[in-house]
């Protein structure tokens, strides 16, 4: 997390804030552009707390209050994994995890034209920008960057999808990179793509490290950064055992089934010769 702001109300910065606290005061902050994310409200010149959970602040005037919960609520600029629930002619309805659908317009693709429409069957995961996110109406979603690049936006193929904790999501997304994920990296290769709602998705070559990853992942909310690095290791340490054990397993089972298929082999050899020698003039 970046530093804390100066001159503000730095006290609640980083800590627990609950309902009703005010934890900044704008009134002299002239000239200055302040952004609000999700639990803050304005009233008047005072920034006051509607959700309890820890402020948080990044440079260069952005606060919000970050929670752990299962539902999500939509907020400008957040980047989340959304699941294609039906498509009209001017826009997709997405599921977000939020109280209501989201809605992506045809047009909100890089290049997006009339003639390149694109098609999209339901249950399609895709990573999106939330756009608009007003009290009252539908979020409304893009698959660009504030600059009309596609970007990393766009359809997720193959993998597996889970969803866990907003909390976790934003652990996942922290800076400096989370340490279940660093250690994850050093060991595994894979791609992932976490979305502020709280849904999660792996890829890689093999199935196996997929289930590796997604377990480490969901296991890691309640740990610290070393207990986290210390459940990878250990998790590692027991497929690579059970690996083993397969690899010493199955050259037996092999000589096992070939020996009786040799012995199957060889009674019928015998039963087909002598009947052969009985009926033989």
């Known amino acids: 997390m970046d530093a804390k702001p100066s001159g503000l109300t730095t006290s609640f910065v980083n800590n627990l804030v609950v309902p009703g606290d005010v934890v900044l005061d704008i009134s002299s902050m002239a000239n200055q552009t302040i952004k609000l994310g999700g639990g803050l409200r304005q009233d008047s010149d005072a920034i006051s ?154 890829n890689a070559d093999s199935p196996s490290t997929i289930i590796v990853v997604a377990n480490a992942i969901m296991n890691s909310e309640t740990l610290s950064g070393v207990q986290q690095k210390i459940m990878v290791e250990k998790l590692l340490q027991k497929i690579q055992v059970n690996r083993v054990r397969f690899h010493l397993l199955v050259p037996s089972k092999s000589r096992y089934l070939h020996y009786h298929l040799h012995r199957h082999i060889s009674e019928f050899d015998s039963k087909t010769s002598k009947d052969a020698y009985r009926d033989s003039p």
Do not use: H
Request: charged content about 25%.
């Open 49 to 202: 707390v509607i959700k309890a959970g820890k402020l948080r602040f990044s440079k260069p005037n952005k606060y919000w209050v970050e929670t752990s919960q299962k539902r999500y609520v939509p907020c400008a600029e957040d980047t989340i994994l959304g699941i294609v629930v039906d498509s009209k002619p001017d826009n997709f309805l997405i599921d977000i995890k939020s109280p209501t659908l989201a809605y992506l317009p045809v047009l909100a693709f890089e290049g997006g034209t009339r003639r390149n429409i694109p098609k999209f069957e339901d249950g399609t995961l895709l990573y999106v920008r939330v756009v608009k996110a007003n009290t009252g109406m539908y979020p409304e979603l893009s698959c660009t960057d504030a600059s009309g690049k596609a970007a990393e936006f766009g359809v997720l193929k193959d993998g597996y999808m889970f969803e866990c904790s907003t909390g976790l999501a934003r652990m996942l997304l922290s800076s400096p990179t989370c340490p279940v994920l660093e250690a994850l990296g050093k060991k595994l290769s894979y791609e992932i793509a976490v979305g502020l709602n709280g849904r999660v998705w792996v």
